[in-house]
């Protein structure tokens, strides 16, 4: 007799209890291996949770899955000099509080490179894990709600890993928490919430990554010393959107990164916070935000050199009815400068001068940034131009203008 089922009858047996339990488990496997042995497990598919508590090499070529039916972490690393490349694993719990992860690492000088980690809660996540190589891989959450998917890749009291040429796609933050000289390199991090997430973290190194989509690009929170080199930070949109954005924040470099088409560029909260300090912006490419540079209040200790201002709606503006004339403005290219170049040395021959007119009500007034750009008030910036009914603050002077911007395009 033909026996005819209906479709959520077929998902059941599919992915009933009663067939993860058929996948052989994985565990016996590392088991049965000698220490500093390379195992090579035959292609298929697999049953977690393993745990790893000597040096092995494990190279799934790309042909492995680890599945862990939907509980707990798949993969927890409880020792030094272990590897593990070319995995496929998936199917962690999805339990915040137990960091439901695909890899948990407790140890140091590991290697975890070229896997694919898909429908597991966290992806990597180190604690107290030092010397550490995350590289190549490829990394998505569960598809959930962006405040309830867990971290791509986590980094908890963690020092001198290395995360690079890793790929994450809708997971929530990458953190680098309590943790110290961390490089973070040539990553790309697309549809999360914070592409990258420091917090008491102090001289890192963060090079050549691309953020694009994201709420927030980078997020430097307590962490001085931070090096920011050349990174493209694009589309960090949303009430909150930021490119790169500091709260009590010193001693921080961001050089040579673009970061464009963001609701605000660079955020500035009370930094740098630490005295006889100072954060320096050089050779940036500010362009096509809402807001080039914006200080929560007027705050010093900031030098901006040497960048390249376009296209913004705002260049720059300083909430509370401040200014932002106690930071340094030198040498940077503006695209609304309205002077001259007589004697043709690439600096303009007067002051860049930035007032905040009509304009400034949304800067006061919190409620009235949902009117900013509206017709009635850019009459009234228009009017007030012609003929000031009001004495408008000069938010900054740049002395020496370029004439020719030192970054010409998106690169």
């Excluded at 709600?145 to 890749?153: E, F, K």
């Excluded at 705002?314 to 909430?319: C, E, G, K, N, P």
């Excluded at 004339?325 to 309205?338: F, I, L």
Aim: glycine share 10%; proline share 5%.
């Amino acid at each position: 007799m033909t026996r005819w089922y209906t479709i959520p009858v077929l998902l059941g047996l599919l992915f009933s209890p009663a067939l993860y339990a058929a996948y052989p488990p994985f565990q016996a496997l590392v088991d049965a291996a000698s220490p500093g042995e390379a195992l090579q497990p035959a292609p298929g598919i697999y049953a977690g949770p393993v745990v790893i508590s000597k040096p092995l090499t494990i190279d799934g070529g790309g042909q492995v899955t680890i599945d862990n039916g939907g509980q707990g972490t798949v993969i927890r690393i409880e020792t030094d000099g272990a590897q593990l490349r070319g995995l496929r694993l998936t199917g962690s719990g999805d339990s915040p509080n137990n960091l439901d992860s695909a890899i948990q690492v407790r140890g140091h000088y590991n290697v975890i490179k070229d896997n694919v980690i898909e429908d597991c809660l966290f992806g990597i996540d180190l604690e107290q894990s030092d010397n550490n190589v995350v590289r190549r891989n490829h990394i998505s959450s569960k598809h959930l709600a962006m405040g309830l998917r867990g971290d791509a890749i986590r980094l908890w009291y963690s020092m001198a890993n290395k995360v690079t040429d890793n790929v994450i796609t809708d997971s929530r933050d990458t953190v680098v928490w309590y943790s110290r000289d961390n490089l973070i390199a040539n990553n790309t991090a697309v549809r999360g919430r914070y592409a990258l997430h420091f917090m008491y973290s102090q001289s890192n190194k963060v090079e050549n990554n691309v953020y694009d989509d994201n709420q927030v690009g980078i997020f430097l929170m307590y962490s001085d010393g931070v090096q920011v080199r050349n990174n493209r930070i694009y589309r960090s949109t949303g009430p909150t959107g930021m490119g790169i954005g500091f709260k009590e924040t010193s001693a921080v470099t961001i050089e040579g990164n673009d970061i464009v088409y963001c609701a605000t560029g660079i955020y500035l909260d009370v930094s740098p916070y630490q005295p006889d300090t100072e954060n320096r912006f050089f050779g940036n490419r500010i362009a096509y935000n809402g807001i080039g540079v914006l200080f929560h209040n007027d705050w010093t200790g900031n030098v901006l050199r040497g960048n390249h201002f376009e296209g913004n709606i705002t260049q720059v503006a300083v909430q509370g009815a401040r200014t932002a004339q106690r930071n340094a403005w030198t040498g940077n290219y503006w695209d609304d400068y309205q002077g001259f170049d007589r004697n043709h040395d690439g600096v303009g021959d007067t002051p860049y001068e930035l007032y905040a007119y009509a304009d400034r009500i949304w800067m006061d007034v919190p409620a009235a940034r949902f009117f900013k750009g509206a017709p009635v008030l850019e009459l009234l910036d228009f009017i007030e131009r012609l003929a000031p009914f009001s004495e408008p603050t000069l938010l900054l002077r740049d002395p020496s203008p370029l004439m020719v911007s030192p970054r010409n395009k998106i690169q």
